[in-house]
C-alpha cells in the first residue's frame, strides 16, 4: 500500500511505501529526505493543499509570537513532527497573520492544535503539551 504525502522541502507529492518504520526515504521531485520533518510553517492555501493531497494526518498547530505557552511548546513540536515522520505531516500557522483562517476554524484560545484527516478536522486541544503528549495525542488517529 501506498500513501500521498507532501515534501517539506519543495511541497511535491511524492508516492510512499506505507511500512511499520523507515530507514531512509527521498522525495521523487527533489530527492531530499522525507524524514525528519521540521513543521511547515503555512497559511490557508497551504494548508487546503495539505488536507487534498495528502494521505497523512495534518496536525496544525495555530500560535501567535506573542503567546508565551505557543512559544514554550514550539520545541516540543518540532520533536513530534521530526519523530512522527511518514505518519502524519505537521503545520504551524501564525494566527495574527491568517486571523480570517484562524476565525474560519473557530480558533478562540492559542496555542490550539487541530488534526485532520481526510479532509476533516477530527479533534483538536488548546494550550502547551509536551513531545510525549503530542505523539500520544496524534498516534490515535494514525
Known sequence: MHVNVI??????VSSVEKKE?????KCAACGDSLLDAKPFKANGVILEYFLKKSDLPIVVDFWAPWCGPCISMEPHFDVASMDMSLEAQFLKINNDDNQTLGSKHLIINIPAVLIFKEGKEIDRFTGARSSKQIQKWVSQYI
Open 7 to 12: 515534501c517539506h522541502h519543495c511541497l511535491e
Open 21 to 25: 518504520s523507515y530507514v531512509s526515504e
